[in-house]
């Protein structure tokens, strides 16, 4: 014989339990919502260009001779042309939760972030120079990189690198995601897009500074709610990175990736002692670097001087750290594009 429970206190913490993993059930799911768009994203921007590479390789028509040009041309068409459309329209489906805050910076403050950033992107790359030296490598994605910008068509390589690159990532990374994460609390939102950010580029040597800098981003776009102003940030960074400093290095930068360090460094004695541009190109690379070095030194001390200035606002949804991290990472979604960028990498 059935009987009824008296206990109401029993029945309502029955009640707390099933709403708690409703609502975790939730969570889950809108995340694995989020990041099935930087999957697809993914998929499609290397699905395409995969197909195309097979068609052209399977036509007959020899394209050795144009292949930097057409590789950059595909991913141009591919990544930013196709990818990203389609990308910007599943997630109009994806619903926003939480607000971002619309704080107007001063001058002072943009410079005092800048000179952090550069320092964080200049250890960050000292990182990932060190771990790819100790792991063998520098990833064939980084590889991909650097031929793109030595060996690659100059404008096809300025609109991939400091036009595509910038827009189409701010805007998955930041947008995006930030828009449908900031709910749970900006710390959980700055951490998640910078380490997302960072496992997207596939290899130990890009790993380090773009985490660092892809928090940073997020911390701006947290704060001011703009995303053009990251974009800017961004684009500056790689144009800077990857575009004139090639251009106005060439010589020495050609000879550091194309030989091995002792025959780079016996070539550039040579050269130096034989012509004098190249002494005042190898000058010049030297000043930046202890420029670089300086910057460095100093956004580490404008950091710990500005620390107590950071914050992180809670979300209208406040989870445990550990329910929160549950939720971000244990689910497929997030698993699936776990596993994909750990095959890049290996």
């Known amino acids: 014989m059935n009987t009824l429970n008296t206990n109401p206190w029993e029945s309502n913490e029955q009640e707390q339990k099933q709403r708690k993993r409703w609502e975790m059930r939730?969570?889950?799911k809108h995340f694995s919502h989020i990041m099935?768009?930087?999957?697809?994203?993914?998929?499609?921007?290397?699905?395409?260009?995969?197909?195309?590479?097979?068609?052209?390789?399977?036509?007959g028509w020899d394209y050795r001779p144009y292949r930097n040009l057409l590789n950059m041309l595909l991913m141009l068409i591919c990544m930013y042309g196709?990818?990203?459309?389609?990308?910007?329209?599943?997630?109009?489906?994806?619903?926003?939760?939480?607000?971002l805050r619309h704080e107007n910076?001063?001058?002072?403050?943009?410079?005092?972030?800048?000179?952090?950033?550069?320092?964080?992107?200049y250890l960050g790359s000292f990182i990932g120079s060190m771990i790819s030296n100790i792991s063998g490598g520098t990833g064939e994605s980084y590889e991909m990189l650097l031929d793109m910008i030595f060996a690659g068509n100059p404008f096809l390589t300025f609109l991939t690198v400091a036009v595509g690159a910038p827009i189409a990532e701010e805007l998955l990374f930041r947008k995006f995601f930030i828009d449908r994460t900031i709910g749970y609390g900006e710390k959980l939102s700055v951490l998640l897009s910078g380490l997302l950010f960072g496992l997207m580029h596939?290899?130990?040597?890009?790993?380090?500074?773009?985490?660092?800098?892809?928090?940073?981003?997020?911390?701006i776009y947290c704060k001011t709610g703009k995303i053009r102003y990251t974009i800017f940030f961004h684009m500056w960074i790689?144009?800077?990175s990857s575009i004139l400093l090639p251009m106005l290095f060439q010589p020495v930068f050609s000879l550091v990736f194309s030989m091995d360090v002792e025959a780079a460094q016996m070539e550039l004695t040579m050269q130096m002692l034989q012509s004098p541009s190249m002494m005042l190109i190898c000058l010049a690379l030297c000043a930046y670097v202890l420029i670089e070095l300086v910057i460095a030194i100093a956004g580490l001390v404008l950091f710990f001087v500005f620390k107590k200035y950071i914050c992180f606002y809670p979300g209208i949804r406040r989870l445990p750290r550990k329910q929160a991290m549950i939720a971000a990472i244990l689910n497929p979604g997030m698993l699936a594009f776990l596993v994909l960028c750990?095959?890049?990498?290996f």
């Open 202 to 219: 596939g290899n130990f040597q890009q790993f380090f500074y773009a985490f660092a800098l892809g928090c940073l981003f997020a911390y």
């Open 342 to 345: 750990i095959i890049e990498f």
């Open 36 to 59: 099935l768009g930087l999957l697809l994203y993914t998929m499609l921007s290397s699905g395409l260009q995969l197909i195309a590479v097979t068609l052209i390789k399977n036509s």
């Open 26 to 28: 939730m969570d889950r």
């Open 105 to 121: 910076w001063e001058f002072k403050a943009w410079l005092v972030v800048y000179i952090i950033g550069s320092s964080m992107g």
């Open 238 to 240: 790689n144009f800077r």
């Open 82 to 99: 196709i990818a990203l459309p389609v990308t910007a329209f599943y997630y109009r489906y994806v619903p926003k939760f939480g607000f």
